[in-house]
């Protein structure tokens, strides 16, 4: 059964701090990873998306890796800010449907305190 | 920031009424989907198009319908209310022929069914 699962579920850390969400997919075959940001009450925004081939892939302060062997990416927030609150959404889309069918993961809720 | 554009944000109605939520963008997109979010859990598509005439049903069983007459435009209407349809409502489009395939999804529609 195709799926995303993320964790932690809900993290709180102080501003300036970083941190690391991870995603761990069972998705095949396997196209891309995306992370998305979902602000409360918004529609997610794009933050990186990873192929099969790419280990890394940086926006700003976010930093994302996969590991297409493990089915494992991570997302790591450097010197985070108060704006960082939000819930990170992977998804993963398979290539096997014509649709190019994505699978969502449930979010971790991300909380930056002052 | 990306064009895609829903109304109402916010809507309150009572059992048995009529509603059309309305997605709009502005990208020139061909495809187009809905998804159903509830607090705290992934997203599920419920809908999607293809291109002008073309609709096809989601994973999530879904009693609302959709239309596709113009390619900017993919209203959801459910014809009759229940407390059950209570939940966040997200559109979202994505270009034909790109190699990401990123979807850019709307603010939301946050429906409250009494």
């Known amino acids: 059964k195709n799926q995303v699962e993320q964790s932690p579920q809900s993290l709180i850390i102080l501003e300036g701090k970083n941190c690391t969400l991870q995603?761990?997919?069972?998705?095949?075959?396997?196209?891309?990873l995306r992370w998305y940001k979902q602000d409360t009450g918004r529609g997610p925004v794009s933050l990186t998306i990873m192929t099969f081939s790419e280990n890394t892939k940086s926006n700003g302060r976010y930093t994302a890796t996969l590991d297409a062997d493990t089915k494992q990416s991570s997302l790591h927030i450097t010197a985070s800010q108060l704006s960082d609150s939000a819930s990170y959404i992977c998804?993963?889309?398979?290539?096997?449907?014509?649709?190019?069918?994505?699978?969502f993961g449930r979010g971790t809720q991300l909380t930056v305190w002052p | 920031e990306a064009d895609i554009y829903q109304t109402p944000r916010y809507l309150v109605i009572g059992t048995g009424k009529k509603i059309t939520l309305e997605c709009s963008q502005t990208?020139?997109?061909?495809?187009m989907y809905w998804y159903q979010q509830d607090p705290g859990m992934e997203l599920h598509l419920i809908h999607y198009s293809y291109g002008v005439n073309s609709t096809e049903k989601g994973d999530l069983s879904s009693e609302s319908t959709v239309s596709r007459i113009r390619t900017e435009h993919f209203p959801l209407t459910l014809e009759s209310a229940r407390p059950s349809h209570t939940s966040q409502y997200l559109c979202a489009s994505s270009e034909s022929g790109s190699s990401t395939d990123t979807q850019y999804f709307g603010p939301g529609t946050r429906l409250t069914v009494l």
């Open positions: 990208m020139g997109h061909d495809k």
């Open positions: 995603c761990n997919y069972t998705v095949s075959p396997f196209s891309n």
């Open positions: 998804v993963v889309t398979d290539r096997g449907s014509t649709l190019g069918r994505l699978y």
